[in-house]
């Protein structure tokens, strides 16, 4: 009986995995907002009964997208700079890379197109997913407060999707801001940490 059950998991699993494979297709083709889930049925080669059965209605189904999309992306990113030692520099690298693999995908790219509402802005702010997965990053490089760690992981994803929706003039300009800008906020050199630390104790001393 296990086995049943677990191999009815998995022909569920590859089931929605084709649903999301055709319903990618169509985002690389045009904007996201425009594909209905009638048109995301025909591609996948199934009725409108079988789609619903997996996903309930299309905010479902572009959440399963985003978050199965952000999981490869991050394992993709992950590998780029895992060889890199100095936090600082694979911070830099890892936002660099994630934009550019976003560029990269159509089907992606299209959820921050400016020629209509680039709701992949308001998915990647709401995502609980996105959020957990830029902290473990953020943990990667260095210990710090879970809470302060949360928060700087918000506000990353805020500014990278600001990027991807207004971007600079090409990847240096971007790469300058975000050593400039970025960098030093989320992930802020030692000297600068004691720094900080030594004056709160001179204010409250």
Request: proline share 4%; glycine share 6%; net charge negative.
């Amino acid at each position: 009986m296990a086995g049943k059950d677990w191999l009815g998991s998995r022909r569920a699993e590859v089931a929605a995995d084709r649903i999301l494979d055709a319903a990618g297709e169509l985002f690389a083709g045009q904007h996201v907002s425009t594909v209905g889930m009638n048109d995301i049925a025909r591609a996948a080669g199934c009725s409108r009964a079988t789609l619903y059965r997996y996903f309930e209605n299309r905010e479902v189904l572009h959440t399963a997208y985003v978050h199965r999309e952000a999981y490869r992306l991050h394992e993709q990113m992950t590998e780029l700079v895992n060889g890199i030692p100095d936090p600082r520099e694979r911070l830099l690298a890892g936002l660099s890379a994630s934009m550019k693999l976003v560029r990269e995908s159509p089907a992606l790219s299209s959820w921050f197109a400016t020629t209509d509402s680039p709701i992949g802005a308001e998915m990647a702010e709401q995502s609980e997913v996105i959020q957990a997965l830029t902290s473990g990053f953020l943990l990667s490089l260095r210990p710090d407060d879970p809470d302060v760690v949360h928060r700087r992981a918000r506000w990353l994803v805020r500014v990278l999707t600001s990027l991807l929706i207004f971007p600079g003039r090409d990847a240096d300009d971007e790469r300058a801001m975000l050593e400039e800008f970025v960098v030093p906020m989320v992930c802020p050199n030692d000297s600068a940490v004691d720094g900080s630390k030594q004056n709160s104790e001179r204010s409250f001393g």
